[in-house]
C-alpha cells in the first residue's frame, strides 16, 4: 500500500492533486502538508499538516512517522512571485528539493514526483513546437531554479537510483484553486471575471500566446507519470507537456461565445518580458511515445467547464 507525502499541497496544484490521490489509495494514506496551516476542511479531508521543506529535520521526522515511501514535491515560488525576491525563491525552490532528493536517497523511497515548468526555457529557445532536448537559458529565478532542479533529479537517479519523475508543466487552469503568482495567471482570472460580468485588465499583450492545460489533465499527466514503466523511460524530470495553445485575445474570443457582453482591456506589465521568453507551442512527444500521454481537453472544452463550473459557485 502507498503512503504519500505530498509538500505544497494548499497550492494550486496540491489542492486538486490530493483529493485525486485520496480517491485513488484511500485518504488515510495521503498527508497533506504546507507551510501554510491546513483549514479546518482541510484537516476534515484527510491527514493534513504544516512542513517546512526547507528543513530536513522536519521532512525525516514526518516520513518515519507516518511510513512514507513516495514523495509529491510541489513546493515552488513561481515566475512572476519569485521575481519580486528572487533571493527568497532560490532559497525555498533549491532547498527544499535538495532535502527531498537526499533523503529519497537515505531512506530508499520507492517514488518521488517533482513538476517542473516551461519557465526552463528562455528566449533562445525555439519558440514553435519547442523540443524536448533544447537550449535551457531561462530569465528567471524560477526557470533557473527549474533548469537546477531537472538536473538535480537526473544526478540522483543515475547516480543513487532514485526513482524520480516529473512533467514540464504549461500554464495551469484550474476552477478551483486560484492562481499562485505566475505568469500565465491572467487565463485563471479571466474567467472570474467574465462569470462575474466585470471587464478584465489583461497584464499581456492580446497576442502573447503561451502554451496551457486544463487542470484535470494535469493531475492525470502526473499520476499518470507516476504509474509508468521505469523500464520505459528514456526521460526522467523533464518530460515537455502539452494540450493548447492560446493568447489573451484568442481566450477572451472563447469566453465570449459564452459570455457575449464580457469585456477586455490590456495593460502589460512586467510580466511580459517573461511570457515573451517562453515558447507559444511544445512538443510533447517524448512523453506520448514513453508513458503514453495523451490531453482529454482542448480549448473549447476547456472554457464550457470552466465557465460551468465557476457558474455554480460564483
Known sequence: MKRILVTGAFGQIGSELVPELRRKYGKENVFATDIR????EQESQGPAGVLDATKKEAIERHLKDNGIDTVYHLVSILSAAGEKNPQFAYSVNNTSLYNILEIARERKLERVMVPSSIAVFGPETPRDNTPNETVLKPSTMYGISKVHGELLCNYYFKKFGVDVRGVRYPGIISNVAPAGGGTTDYAVEIFYYAVKRQPYVCFLKPDSTLPMMYMPDALKAIMQLADAESSKLKHRADFNLSAFSFSPQEIYESIREEIPEFTISYKPDFRQAIADS??????????????????????KAMVKDMIKELSKRL
Do not use: C, M
Request: aromatic share 16%.
Open 37 to 40: 496551516s491546513p483549514t479546518p
Open 278 to 299: 517562453w515558447p507559444r507551442s511544445i512538443d510533447d512527444g517524448a512523453a506520448r511515445a514513453e508513458w503514453g500521454w495523451k490531453p482529454d481537453y482542448d480549448l
